[in-house]
Structure formats: structure tokens, C-alpha cells
């Protein structure tokens, strides 16, 4: 077995415990800020602020460091229709045909329907993949461990880094999402695991009036 390499922990920085507490209200202002939003404008965004809040997710803690994310970045027009096409097909499926009726109530209140025009407005859609398994430069599986897991949390982070450039963005689940790989040309061992819309919000852009629940009903403190 290989012995583990370490090194001294990098560029930690501490704080007093009145930086602390400004910082930690000061974040947790600023991402409250945040919402998820389906009216966007096709303003475009430079490629790179993308590329920098994808290297934020890209530091996400992993099971085994084995980093089992695959994001996949699209701005082509067309392909962009594609993905619209297949969404609203699984969409208006589930909408009239597999979504449960307590489900539906549920969604009411957001007001979502099967049409999707945002996939074509906004931007920049970015495929988020997890990997079941890697493969090895001689095609042999390689297991990862807790994929969802890392993906997920890797995808938290995108978000907020994405909130913190200054855009605004949706997650978009229509199920199944198979038809992602079909048209990204992704292989098997990928899961979709999101498709997150990213731009900046319309001029008048609207949201559901829904509030968040507070501290007591999230957390215990024992």
C-alpha cells in the first residue's frame, strides 16, 4: 500500500471572534439574497467568471478525494434547443401523466408548468454529471465512493459561487434526464445529476412571495 503523502494545511486563516461573527452574518445576508430564478435576460456572461465558480465547486470535499463531478458547460445555441426539446417531452409527461397529485400540489404555489423557454434564454446551461465509477488508462473501473453525496455538495457550492458573481440561476430536474447524455454525448458511466440555468435575471424578473423556515425549525442544538 502506498503511504499517504501530507503536507502543512495551506493558507488557513484565522480570525477573532468578532471577525467571525461579522463575516459569518455578513455571508449569511448575502446568500439569503439569493433565489431561484425562471425570467432571465440573454445578456451574455463571460466564460470566465463561469470557469472560476466552477474551480469554487471543484473544491468540494469528495469520498476518497475521487472528485466524481463532470460538468459539462453549454452555450451553443442549438444544442440549447435540444436540451428545451427533450426537457419539455419528459416534462409534460410527468405533468399529465406520473406526477402524483400531492406532488403537483406541492408545486402550485412556484406556479411551473411544463414549458421550459428559459433553457433557450438564459446564457449558459451547465449539465452537472456524477460519476458511478472512473475509468483507468487501461479502461478498468475505478469505484467511487459516495458520489451523490460529493456531487451534491459540489453543486452547493456552484450555486453560491454563481450567486456571489452577481448571477442568478435555476435547478432544473425533469425526469428522467437520460436524454442529457444522448445529446452531450456523455458516457455510461455518468449519471445527470442537475441542469443548472445561469444568467443574469430579466428586468422584471418575478418570484414566488415564499419565505424560508427559520433557525428553530432547521437546527437542534444539543
Known amino acids: 500500500m502506498t503511504r499517504p503523502k501530507f503536507i502543512p494545511l495551506p493558507d488557513h486563516r484565522a ?15 448575502d446568500v439569503g439574497r439569493r433565489r431561484s430564478v425562471r425570467d432571465f435576460s440573454p445578456r451574455p456572461v463571460a466564460r470566465e467568471v463561469i470557469e472560476d465558480c466552477l474551480l469554487a465547486a471543484g473544491s ?31 416534462e409534460r409527461e410527468f405533468y399529465r401523466q406520473r406526477a402524483p397529485r400531492e406532488w403537483l400540489r406541492a408545486l402550485e404555489p412556484l406556479g411551473t408548468d411544463e414549458n421550459k423557454p428559459f433553457l ?18 487501461d479502461g ?3 469505484k467511487h465512493y459516495y458520489a451523490q453525496e460529493s ?12 450567486h456571489n458573481a452577481g448571477l442568478a440561476c435555476l435547478t432544473h430536474t ?6 442529457l447524455n444522448r445529446i452531450l454525448e456523455r458516457p455510461e458511466n455518468e449519471r445527470p445529476f442537475l441542469l443548472l440555468v445561469v444568467g443574469h435575471p430579466a428586468e ?19
Not at 19 to 28: G, K, Q
Not at 154 to 162: D, E, F, H, P
Not at 204 to 222: N, Q, T
Open 15 to 29: 480570525y477573532s471572534e468578532e471577525e467571525m461573527r461579522s463575516r459569518a452574518a455578513d455571508f449569511r445576508k
Open 174 to 179: 425533469p425526469s428522467p434526464m437520460k436524454f
Open 151 to 162: 456531487v451534491g455538495i459540489a453543486c452547493g457550492i456552484l450555486i453560491t459561487a454563481l
Open 204 to 222: 422584471d424578473a418575478r418570484v414566488p412571495d415564499i419565505g424560508r423556515k427559520p433557525l428553530d425549525e432547521i437546527s437542534i442544538f444539543r
Open 120 to 137: 433557450e434564454i438564459a446564457p449558459y446551461l451547465i449539465a452537472i454529471f456524477a460519476e458511478s465509477y472512473g475509468v483507468g488508462p
Open 60 to 90: 468540494a470535499p469528495s469520498g476518497a478525494n475521487m472528485q466524481p463531478w463532470r460538468f459539462v458547460v453549454i452555450s451553443d445555441a442549438k444544442t440549447r434547443r435540444r436540451i428545451r426539446e427533450g426537457a419539455e417531452e419528459e
Open 140 to 142: 478498468e473501473k475505478i
